[in-house]
């Protein structure tokens, strides 16, 4: 499986970006794919996930109410709705797949199989 992430760039503080990750295989309904992302200096980080069976998403702590990941079954992609975003989101947002995840390991990046390439977004105060 291959995934092809895209929509990052610079946004002032308060604005709103959407990030894509598109896969270049059918997904299953045991399919999760979603977001991590980086900032310089720390560790990568849990953003959200959407998982195909039954539509359930899930988010990190510190996005949540702010952005939203949806899916396009048709064009295998999901999108991340980023709103709201402050300086403390400027990271490397890595798209990750996987179709043999349990529950527990959603936020686990060691998990995940499948990893698209880093698309950095950038927000200025």
């Known amino acids: 499986v291959q995934l092809q992430a895209s929509g990052g760039g610079l946004v002032q503080e308060g604005g709103s970006l959407r990030l894509s990750c598109t896969a270049s295989?059918?997904?299953?309904?045991?399919?999760?794919m979603g977001w991590f992302r980086q900032a310089p200096g720390k560790e990568r980080e849990f953003v959200a996930v959407y998982n195909w069976m039954g539509g359930r998403t899930y988010y990190g702590d510190s996005v949540k109410d702010r952005f939203t990941i949806s899916r396009d079954n048709s064009k295998n992609t999901v999108y991340l709705q980023m709103n709201n975003l402050g300086p403390e989101d400027t990271a490397v947002y890595y798209c990750a797949a996987d179709s043999r995840l349990i529950l527990s390991s959603i936020r686990d990046d060691n998990e995940y199989d499948y990893w698209g390439q880093g698309t950095l977004v950038t927000v200025s105060s």
């Open positions: 295989v059918r997904t299953s309904s045991r399919f999760y």
